[in-house]
């Protein structure tokens, strides 16, 4: 079900690296879980194709006004960074 | 000498006020027990160097008359949970060094109070796993049986509390990671009602499940922490009020119990679990309590329900671990390679299992068999509940299908391991408060390990789940 293109492109989509060993193991263990979880199919009642269906929403406001002094917590912030020019994140080139 | 053994918060509170020891003292007394304990432990992973300072600050609060309830109580604090200054790495190579910005609301509540934080605990990497095997730290060993895993994933929170390296503690609760390891480290853990506890500052892992709550030795100590950390939270929009669910009365005199006797009969459950529990009803029953027979015809499915929502959930919220922003980074190729090789390097087997698990049920063509069948699902359950609290105000089983188990003999075989959730992750799934209580023990191997039920109340009554919790510890 679950075969070796499948778990690259997994990985691919999740940005994480994986060693040829790891794709092995991980097939299989995944394989195992959809297995597992499978047994949902067999609720009967509402089917997956009916209207979506997500958690409460409720919509929550707050007054549109700055929390802090622009540049209160800029230091502390970047100071996380694992790297940085001035007050800008620094990565590599992208074009 | 304290005897920190039989010291409750209210104990500790009243012994403060009346100067039988001193904060500083009784600081002194919990350090000593850890740095006996924890080198093999393991239960945490800093003790804070400025804990006699914190201690020196409630002692001056006491003093000058202005004590709090949790004023000078000694604290471990998951390593999740973010205190502005100070490392909150969840366990994570990814987060080693990283220092928190900002503390969370529930422990800025702890703080305020004046209550001495300790250290920081041991756990599963960003709270993934059910024994702290999965720590990049080494795992947690349960003090009751070194051989044993305490729990998890708030294992290093639950077994700090058991082995006396703090009076209490806080963990989260995704699935059953307060209730779980407080059941095999025979501690009180409570996850609160869905939204009733801030979780700003907590390091999220599934955000319709998440929950923070308190680990302690007696449910009255856990109803404390509890109404100083509960409540609305301008920094978390899905916290709720005191009065957002209405409270009806009891079915009967006392609370009525409801025990889903079908599903308890399903097999899988240890023998000694299963007679425990059921010495566990008749104990309610001769407490004058009510026991009633309910079912819940979708709870065999909460557990599937559970290992597709939370997976999902989990691959977005570890989506911000990107090496840029904060937390490690590891140089690839180019900038997109850099992702792949910093999250490779940084995240842990289980927590990448989890987001490639939820990558795929989230992704085109698998969006509606898994996710949102899941969903769809989790409202039946939903509906299940509601119709039970129409009949009883408590449902009752164990909290965990097992006692404590030996370190490695799961982690080769993820659903084994995900199985330890069975009864805990529906809680989460549907909302709900639930409470691990200890009731008793099982011998294994020469070696008494603590056994728990797990109470659970509808949306909002913790109330009633400290009532009848202190009814069965007769507290």
């Known amino acids: ?59 929550v406001m707050r007054p549109d006004t700055n929390s802090n002094e622009s540049g209160a917590n800029t230091e502390m912030i970047l100071a996380e960074a694992p790297a940085r020019e001035g007050d800008l994140l620094k990565v590599k080139k992208i074009l | 000498m304290i005897d920190i ?29 850890i740095q006996k304990k924890n080198p093999e432990i393991n239960a945490y992973l800093e003790v804070y160097t400025d804990a006699l300072e914190q201690a020196d600050e409630a002692d001056k609060r006491i003093k000058a008359g202005k004590a709090d309830i949790l004023t000078g109580i000694p604290f471990a604090i998951k390593d999740n949970l973010l205190i502005k200054g100070r490392i909150a790495s969840a366990s994570s190579k990814m ?17 305020e109070q004046g209550a001495v934080l300790l250290g920081r605990a041991n756990m599963d990497e960003f709270a993934m796993g059910g024994s702290t095997e999965n720590s990049a ?35 989260t609760d995704t699935g059953g ?16 009602t869905y939204g009733s506890v801030s979780r700003y500052g907590a390091i999220a892992m599934g955000s319709s499940l998440d929950q923070i709550g308190p680990i302690t030795k007696t449910v009255e100590d856990a109803e404390i922490i509890f109404n100083v950390i509960k409540g609305a939270d301008g920094f978390d929009s899905t916290t709720i009020s005191d009065t957002t669910f209405a409270k009806e009365p009891y079915k009967g005199k006392k609370p009525v119990i409801g025990i889903p006797t079908a599903f308890l009969n399903q097999g899988g459950i240890d023998e000694a679990v299963l007679a425990n529990f059921n010495e566990s009803v008749e104990k309610f029953k001769n407490l004058g309590f009510e026991v009633k027979e309910i079912s819940l015809p979708n709870i065999g499915y909460s557990l599937a329900v559970y290992y597709v929502l939370m997976p999902a959930e989990v691959s977005a919220n570890m989506a911000r671990f990107d090496g840029v922003k904060y937390g490690l980074h590891k140089d690839g190729v180019n900038m997109v390679d850099d992702y792949f090789v910093s999250r490779r390097e940084g995240l842990g087997r289980e927590v990448r299992r989890r987001i490639m698990l939820g990558t795929y049920v989230l992704s085109t063509g698998y969006y509606d068999a898994y996710y949102n069948k899941a969903n769809i699902v989790r409202n039946l359950l939903r509906e299940d509940f509601k119709k039970a609290f129409e009949t009883v105000d408590v449902i009752l089983t164990p909290t965990a299908p097992t006692p404590a188990f030996k370190i490695g003999s799961k982690t080769e075989d993820p659903i084994q391991m995900y199985l330890e959730d069975i009864f805990t992750v529906t ?28 109470i659970t109340a509808a949306h909002g009554r913790e109330d009633t789940l400290f009532m009848v919790g202190k009814e069965f510890r007769s507290e």
């Open chain 1, 1 to 59: 079900m679950i075969d070796i293109k499948d778990i690259e492109k997994l990985a691919e989509l999740s940005r994480i690296k994986l060693t040829d060993e790891e794709k092995q193991k991980f097939g299989t263990e995944i394989e195992s879980i959809l297995a597992y979880v499978n047994q949902i199919q067999e609720v009967a009642g509402a089917t997956a194709s009916e209207q979506p269906v997500v958690g409460e929403v409720r919509n």
């Open chain 2, 5 to 33: 053994k039989n010291l409750t918060i209210k104990k500790a509170h009243e012994s403060l006020l009346k100067g039988d020891f001193t904060v500083r003292e009784l600081t002194e007394t919990y350090l000593a027990e």
């Open chain 2, 95 to 111: 987060l080693e060094k990283y220092c928190a910005t900002y503390t969370a609301t529930a422990v800025q509540r702890l703080v």
């Open chain 2, 137 to 171: 730290y080494g795992v947690t060993k349960n003090p009751h049986d070194m051989s044993r895993v305490s729990g998890g994933s708030s294992g290093g929170s639950a077994a700090a509390v058991a082995m006396d390296g703090a009076l209490a503690a806080l963990g």
């Open chain 2, 177 to 192: 990671s307060i209730r779980q390891p407080s059941s095999f480290c025979g501690t009180v853990g409570l996850k609160p």
């Open chain 2, 427 to 454: 809680a989460n799934l549907v909302g709900v408060p639930a409470l691990a209580v200890p009731s008793g023990f099982v011998e294994r191997e020469g070696k008494q390990l603590p056994l728990g039920i797990q």
